[in-house]
Each structure stands twice: as structure tokens, then as C-alpha cells.
């Protein structure tokens, strides 16, 4: 294996020139720079990562903390997150907190101990012990999907945020269920103390107003984010008195969730009950019916937060972000209409 000594000897320079430049520790001219970078493709070397982030105080590695990592949503996320990363140079370690508080700390403090630059992370419904951690040992932070308000995190902390718009493509949904004439529009909604949950609540709620529809709490109910909630969420939709003619589910796992229980009282959509979702996915252009669905930009999103934490770690100080990425409106034949008015691709 070459050594840097050789790699120096091979492109006529110092062994302190190499460092700076495969550190990027110093400013370099370009001729000299390309030599070294010559003389290391030549001899075939292979940086000494530890020996580096002795240099440099970076590992070039960066803490990836998100629930549900099977979900086709965040495992898009984590594509996008991933190639970012590597088009940077950084390598991804990656654990999965189970949308469970405690886990939650001992995942990002297991990130943190591994001497990761900074992490991103989807935090939990109760971040309160998170945020605690992340501030004692300032670690560069940015929050993915859901959420936190500034003020739960404190002056002191500083911290960029990224995730989809929620209220407006919630209340196109909804806008659209009533535009084909149903009335009783009910909602699965998400796990309780998530922004994103919160958000789809309102756009649900903007949607009814919008089209001069009464608020009926008993057709909102919630599915923790889980096939499983939904399920159960959808049986005691459709056993009120006055079932709903049309559904809402506020995530692709719950859109699962809600169509076993549908199977299981041998109803059909869109015949018995028109369906529209909160997250497209791979599959659902097969289903039968095709789901109409909000799509999100789920490989952007992990990508921008990238982007965020690399410009946190080159300005600690720099005043915080939070974006929200548009979504689109995915119109297909769940939601009753003719596959012939069915389109792809609705910008939002």
C-alpha cells in the first residue's frame, strides 16, 4: 500500500503539501494541487480516514436518524440523502429510533459518540430529550419531515429544518373528494404531536371550509402512522351510523392499513367508498383501483437536508433554515373518476 511519503515523492513536493491537499487543510495552486491528485490515482492511495480526522477534527461521515426505514418514504429519503452525501465525500451511519423518545436520544447519542460531523434526523411525537442532547454537546442538527417549533429548541440552539408543504396538498384532496360530490369526507390521520400529522389536520379541516362542508369530529380519526391504526381506524369509520362516503389516509402506511379493512367487509373502491392519499409510492399506479395520491419530493428532501447540514458545518453561526419542498397532485381512479380525466404529474 503507498504511503503518503510516496505519493509526496512522486509529485515533488512536500509531505505536508499532500496533507493539505487531500485535507483540503490549506489553499493549494492548482498545478501542484493536480500533481499530488496525479501521484495519488498513479500509485493507487488510499487515505488514512482516522489519520485524517486527527487533521481536520471532521470524519466526513454523517448520522442519519429516521423512523420505519421499510417505509417506501423514507427509504426514498435515505436515497437522497445518501447520494448527496457521497457525491460530498461524507459516508452515512444510520438507526432507526422506532418513533420512540428514548430510543430516539440513545440512537442520535450513539451517532454522536461515533464522532459523526452532525446528523439528520426525523424526530419523535416528544423531541423534549432530543433537543436536551443536541444542544449540551452542540451537535450540527437538521430535522427532516417532521417539524419542531423554535421555540421548543431554544434561543441557543441553532438548527435548519426540511421537509414537504402539507396543509395545501391535504386541502387539495379534500377539495377534490367534494368537487365529485361527497359530503361525509372523513380523515385517517397521523400519529398525535407530529407536525406533519398536525399540518394534514388543518389542510383537511382548510378542504371542508373551502368547499362549504360541515367539521364533523367523529369522521377524523387516527392511525398512528400505522397500517395496523388504520386498520383499526377505518373498521370504526365505516361501523358509524352515518359512514362516510369518501377517505383520506395521511400516509402510505396507513393506505394499507385502510384497504385490509375495506377487504375485510368486502367493499370496493371506489364504489362503496372513494379513496385518496398522503404519499404516493412505487406500486400505486397498480393497485386497482389506481390510487390518487399527493406525491412528495422525498429523494429532494433528503438531499436538501444534506445540503443544509454541509452549509451548517462550514457557518455554525449562520441564522437557521427551514424549507418546504412543493408537492404534486397525483390524479388517478381511487378517487371515482374516469380513467380518462386520470393525469399525472399536477404541480402543487
Known amino acids: 500500500m503507498a504511503t503518503m511519503a510516496e505519493v509526496a515523492r512522486h509529485a515533488g513536493v512536500s509531505v505536508a503539501t499532500v496533507s493539505h491537499v487531500l485535507n483540503e487543510t490549506r489553499r493549494v495552486l492548482p498545478h501542484t494541487r493536480r500533481a499530488v491528485l496525479d501521484a495519488v490515482e498513479a500509485l493507487g492511495y488510499t487515505p488514512n480516514?482516522?489519520?485524517?480526522?486527527?487533521?481536520?477534527?471532521?470524519?466526513?461521515?454523517?448520522?442519519?436518524?429516521v423512523s420505519a426505514i421499510s417505509n417506501p418514504y423514507f427509504t426514498e429519503i435515505l436515497q437522497g440523502?445518501?447520494?448527496r452525501a457521497l457525491e460530498h465525500g461524507y459516508g452515512l451511519l444510520i438507526a432507526d429510533p422506532h418513533d420512540d423518545p428514548e430510543q430516539e436520544c440513545k440512537a442520535v447519542r450513539l451517532l454522536h459518540e461515533r464522532r459523526v460531523d452532525g446528523v439528520i434526523v426525523a424526530p419523535s411525537a416528544d423531541p423534549r430529550g432530543l433537543l436536551a442532547l443536541l444542544a449540551r454537546h452542540s451537535v450540527p442538527t437538521v430535522f427532516l419531515d417532521r417539524l419542531i417549533e423554535e421555540e421548543r429548541a431554544g434561543a441557543a440552539f441553532r438548527f435548519d429544518q426540511v421537509c414537504a408543504e402539507n396543509t395545501a396538498p391535504m386541502a387539495r384532496l379534500v377539495s377534490h373528494l367534494a368537487g365529485a360530490g361527497h359530503r361525509r369526507i372523513a380523515l385517517v390521520a397521523g400519529l398525535p404531536g407530529l407536525s406533519t400529522t398536525t399540518e394534514r389536520i388543518d389542510g383537511y379541516r382548510q378542504g371542508l371550509v373551502a368547499?362549504?362542508?360541515?367539521h364533523d369530529e367523529r369522521l377524523v380519526t387516527g392511525g398512528d402512522s400505522a397500517a395496523e391504526g388504520a386498520e383499526r381506524a377505518t373498521a370504526a369509520l365505516l361501523s358509524l351510523a352515518d359512514p362516510p362516503t369518501a377517505l383520506v389516509t395521511a400516509n402510505n402506511a396507513m393506505t394499507i392499513g385502510a384497504l385490509r379493512a375495506l377487504?375485510?367487509?368486502?367493499?370496493s373502491v371506489p364504489d362503496d367508498l372513494a379513496l385518496c392519499c398522503f404519499d404516493d409510492f412505487a406500486w400505486a399506479d397498480l393497485f386497482a383501483p389506481r390510487l390518487t395520491a399527493i406525491s412528495q419530493p422525498s429523494r429532494e428532501i433528503g438531499a436538501r437536508a444534506v445540503q443544509l447540514l454541509l452549509d451548517r458545518l462550514d457557518a455554525p453561526d449562520r441564522p437557521s433554515r427551514t424549507e418546504r419542498?412543493?408537492?404534486t397532485f397525483v390524479h388517478r381512479t381511487s378517487c371515482g373518476c374516469p380513467d380518462t380525466l386520470s393525469r399525472k404529474g399536477t404541480a402543487l
Not at 377487504?263 to 367493499?267: I, Q, V
Request: proline share 6%; hydrophobic share 40%; glycine share 10%.
Open 325 to 327: 419542498l412543493p408537492c
Open 81 to 83: 440523502v445518501e447520494a
Open 263 to 267: 377487504r375485510e367487509r368486502g367493499l
Open 49 to 65: 480516514t482516522l489519520a485524517r480526522s486527527l487533521v481536520t477534527s471532521r470524519t466526513r461521515s454523517i448520522g442519519l436518524a
Open 211 to 214: 368547499a362549504g362542508l360541515p
